[in-house]
């Protein structure tokens, strides 16, 4: 798999459609702060996360997170009612340009199986709904037998 190199136009579009935060990681630099020195850090930040895709090695440093605990509803007393989230570096730009490189590969040497609902841009997780339905539809309407296995995955990703 060869990754295509990133211009610094590239990597600035990215810095520039962040979400303006003043939350921050360990780095203690938040978004807003990046968005402000974009011109200035842009030439660096584009060699550095072009190095990083050309040698295969993710910068350490941005792998540390700050776990956080946010509240949900209900009683804040109880730890159940609070889910983790990860404050990464404000430098995630190295993420999203390998997300993009990631996707923009997928995409062009068809990866992706049309069953790959969730996550994809265009696609909606709803669409599985229509498809399993009119499927459903379809099989009753043969009069074939119909059956499913539903899963019901309570806080799977907490």
Not at 25 to 36: P, T
Request: charged share 20%; aromatic share 12%; proline share 3%.
């Amino acid at each position: 798999m060869v990754f295509k190199t990133f211009s610094t136009k590239v990597i600035t579009s990215i810095i520039k459609s962040l979400k303006t935060k003043n939350s921050h990681g360990y780095d203690e630099i938040c978004i807003k702060l990046l968005k402000i020195i974009a011109t200035y850090i842009c030439s660096p930040l584009t060699y550095i996360c072009n190095k990083s895709i050309l040698s295969g090695i993710f910068p350490d440093h941005l792998m540390f997170s700050i776990l956080q605990p946010i509240s949900r509803t209900g009683d804040k007393l109880k730890s159940t009612n609070y889910r983790p989230i990860s404050l990464l570096t404000s430098f995630s730009v190295f993420e999203k340009a390998l997300y993009m490189g990631l996707t923009e590969h997928f995409y062009s040497n068809k990866l992706l199986v049309g069953n790959q609902f969730g996550f994809r841009k265009g696609i909606a997780t709803e669409d599985v709904i229509f498809k399993l339905t009119n499927e459903i539809l379809n099989a009753l309407n043969n009069k074939t037998m119909v059956g499913s296995v539903f899963c019901f995955l309570e806080k799977a990703f907490d």
